[in-house]
């Protein structure tokens, strides 16, 4: 027997698509905090945004990059309230090379958050507290 025949068929999860955030598109967000990558993230109309050049507690305008699914891409475009953290970054090249992307942080912020990251994947790969 076919699955139609008995009732059976392929349903979407979710329901209806929600449309896609078109690229390039500007969007003001308020960062909540910072993704183990040290992108800032932001969460508006049931989509996580992953934001480049942001840091927890700002609010800033990005520009998306891309978007898939519930996740959007975005650059830092203007910051209109800066984090008390923020510094210039030292390297002329950052947020252009890719290498360093928290060089806007202290030091020792860049160190506690590399410290939060190891031990976020630690306790969730390896199951170490």
């Known amino acids: 027997m076919a ?4 009732g059976l068929r392929f349903q979407p999860a979710g329901g ?11 969007q003001r967000l308020s960062i909540e905090r910072l993704a183990n990558d040290g992108r800032g993230i932001a ?9 480049s050049g942001a840091l927890a507690g700002e609010e800033v305008e990005a520009r998306v990059l891309g978007a898939h699914g519930k996740v959007v891409e975005a650059r ?3 910051v209109f309230t800066a984090s008390a ?5 030292p390297c002329k090249l950052a947020g252009k ?3 360093c992307s928290v060089q806007h942080l202290p030091h020792d912020e ?15 790969v390896a199951g170490v507290e």
């Open 43 to 51: 969460f508006i109309e049931g989509r996580t945004w992953f934001v």
């Open 97 to 99: 090379c890719g290498g």
């Open 85 to 89: 953290s923020r510094r210039e970054a």
């Open 110 to 124: 860049q160190l506690a958050l590399k410290q939060r990251m190891l031990a976020e994947q630690l306790t969730r």
């Open 16 to 26: 209806t698509k929600a449309p896609q955030v078109p690229t390039g598109k500007k």
């Open 76 to 78: 830092t475009e203007r």
């Open 3 to 6: 699955k139609q025949e008995r």
